[in-house]
């Protein structure tokens, strides 16, 4: 609805409008609101005919990155355009830049002897902006890439949470908070001339909505062998634990996944998964977990309808394909992806991080 174009208006039409009680005046915060007035600034009953106190529909949309495919190796650039719905005067948006990855060869990123540390993949960062005005009709273009998950329209606003860079977690920029990505561990394993191991590091975890996501668990030389990742803060997701293999040719070394995090608000923050204490060819090292995934605003598994809901994760690494294990969505595979999701509310003014952006019944998905 919205107060009348004509005639006189009462403080019992701003009551209406905005569905409160008691005492109102023109200088009211929700009220200026309506036009846009600062506090304390001049205005007048003539200035209010037809202003309305927000949306008229509540909903949301997330954009997901490359979802036609089923791999998490490689994500194809996917570009999407919004369009502002009918009765929708501001929406707020969060984006999450995909974790790292490398298709390199096992000598360059994957294989980790002594000789030749290396480092697990960083996580991505989260960028989120409220309080976006905007008209019906009026379009934004998503685009989702190895670079950043980007909300833009010219002149309005440019938001990035930018992709991890190999080891280096993402940042984020355009916005009004975030968490840059946990960076992935760093090999430690140093120089050791009488025996040849195995030893990797984990993924970082993606950013919080006001932290960093978890470090990965960096890979260290014996007597100390195992390292746990780092848990998320705000809502971001944990770090991977490193693996490591004290048998000669063998080959198991490596690192596990970081959490992503849920584009749903800010939530609990991921744990750090834990670093691996069996040097055999069996390792026991866990993945880091998904940020922000506490069931107040958090989808069911009815409700996601089979949509991935976690994102920004750093990758695995390994010498051999030592991923972490299932295919759920709520499990951290397939959490490397990207995401933007955009919400407006109803008569309200959401804003990330945890003000009326949980997921929304018959949420749409790209």
Known sequence: MALP?????????????LDVTGQISLNDADVRDMIDKSSGAQNSMSEYYGATAGNEVEGAHLFVQDPSTSSESS????????????????ISVVCIGQGAFSSSGNNSFRKYYYQNPGGGFGGGGLAYKNDIDVVAGQTFT???????ARFYRSGVCDVRG????????????GGDGGGNGGNGGFNLAGSNNDVTFYVGSGGGGAGGYGGSGGAGGSGQAPPNATANGATGSNGGGGGGGNIIDLNQGSGFGG??????????????????????????????????LNGSTNTS???????????????????????????????SD??????RRGCVRVVWGLKSRQA????????????STN
């Not at 174009?5 to 409008?17: H, K, P, Y």
């Not at 930018?162 to 920029?173: E, K």
């Not at 709520?330 to 959490?335: I, N, S």
């Open 255 to 288: 690192g596990m996944t970081g959490g992503g995090t849920a584009p749903f608000g800010q939530g609990s923050n991921g744990s750090g998964g834990s670093g691996d204490t069996n040097t055999g060819s069996n390792f026991n090292a866990t993945k880091g």
């Open 330 to 335: 709520y499990d951290t595979r397939g959490t």
């Open 5 to 17: 174009t004509s005639g006189q208006l009462s403080l019992n039409d701003f009551r209406t409008e």
């Open 162 to 173: 930018n992709a991890a860079n190999l080891r280096d977690g993402g940042t984020y920029s």
């Open 297 to 327: 605003n958090f989808p069911s598994t009815s409700e996601s309808n089979g949509t991935k809901v976690c994102f920004g994760g750093g990758y695995w690494v390994g010498y051999t394909d030592l991923g972490p294990s299932g295919s």
């Open 75 to 90: 994500f194809g650039n996917s570009s999407y355009t919004f369009t502002v719905p009918t009765g929708v005067l501001n």
């Open 352 to 363: 990330f991080p945890s003000t009326d952006v949980a997921f929304r019944d018959g949420e």
């Open 142 to 148: 998503v685009t989702l890439n190895d670079s950043y």
